[in-house]
């Protein structure tokens, strides 16, 4: 694991719309530094949030190609995950 997450939640709208697994399997790539379907630009924040304690965000895409965010806190205190009308 790349950083700490701290708790996980997932919004209502998120765990009624999204496939479960790729929940899961994208969460496994997050910790990891694998930040999904972002530009170069949210690619090099990331980066720099992780050597500064910033707030991480990654988009992923479930089995039913349904667009989802996971976004871990600065404190790393929580990871939300969440479609992109819930933000």
């Known amino acids: ?7 996980v939640v997932v919004t209502r709208n998120a765990d009624k719309t999204l496939d479960h697994s790729s929940i899961i399997l994208a969460l496994q790539k997050y910790i990891k530094g694998n ?4 530009c170069i630009e949210d690619i ?6 992780l ?3 910033l707030r ?3 988009v992923y895409y479930d089995k039913n190609n349904t667009k989802f965010y996971i ?6 205190s ?3 995950i969440l479609l992109p009308e819930d933000y």
């Open 78 to 80: 929580i990871t939300t």
């Open 51 to 53: 050597k500064y304690g």
């Open 44 to 49: 090099e924040a990331n980066q720099e949030a």
């Open 71 to 76: 976004i871990t806190e600065a404190d790393r």
């Open 35 to 38: 930040w999904g379907d972002l």
């Open 56 to 58: 991480l965000f990654a």
């Open 1 to 7: 694991m790349l950083f700490e997450i701290g708790k």
